[in-house]
C-alpha cells in the first residue's frame, strides 16, 4: 500500500515537471489554444511553432534572444522579451475578424464559384526566414464539385533578404501579366 502512495506521489511529481516545460497560447476572447502560432527570434529564425493544443516546448526559446515576435494567422500578434514568454500560459489577441456568411443558392446554379481575396505567406530556408509574400488572389470552385479547379494570382510583391545576415529587404512587385510572360 505505501509503495502505491509512493509511485503515485512519483508521478505527479513527474506530470508537474513536465508540464511546466511547456508554453501554452491561448486566445484573449474565449480562452482556446491557438494552433500554429510561429516563434521568431531576434535574428529571424524560427524557434517555434504551436501545436494543436496551443503549446510550445520551452528549451527551444533561448534567453540570449532577448525579444520573441509571435505571429499567428500570418499576423504579428505580440513582440515579447524573455522574461514576458517565460510563463506557463500566454494570453494573445488573435484579432480573427467574424465576415459575412456567404449564401449561395441553387436558383440559377452558376458553373464556377469565384472567391477573391489577399494572401500572404513566409518562406524559410534552414528554419530562418528568407522571404515573405503577399497579393491578391482568386480561386475557383466548380459548383457541381464543389472542388478546387484553379488559383489565379492578380498581383504579389515579395519581399527577401539580399543577404541572410543583412536585414535589408528589396521590393519586387509583379503584375499578371508578368507572371504570364514567366511561364
Known sequence: MKENYVLQIIFLLIFSFMHSQT????SEKDNRPLPKVSVFGKDGSILAY???DGKIDKKALDP???KFQ????????????YTEIDHDIIKLNDRIKEIETV???NNKPAKYIFIKGNFNSYVTVNNKLNAYADGIITYIFDNK????????????????LEDPKNEKKTNF???LWELAESS
Open 23 to 26: 508554453i501554452t497560447f491561448v
Open 50 to 52: 504551436s501545436d494543436i
Open 64 to 66: 540570449s534572444q532577448e
Open 70 to 81: 509571435l505571429v499567428y494567422d500570418n499576423f504579428s500578434v505580440a513582440t515579447l522579451s
Open 103 to 105: 449564401v449561395i443558392k
Open 145 to 160: 464539385s464543389k472542388k478546387l479547379k484553379s488559383t489565379n494570382v492578380q498581383q504579389y510583391r515579395i519581399y527577401r
Open 173 to 175: 512587385i509583379m503584375g
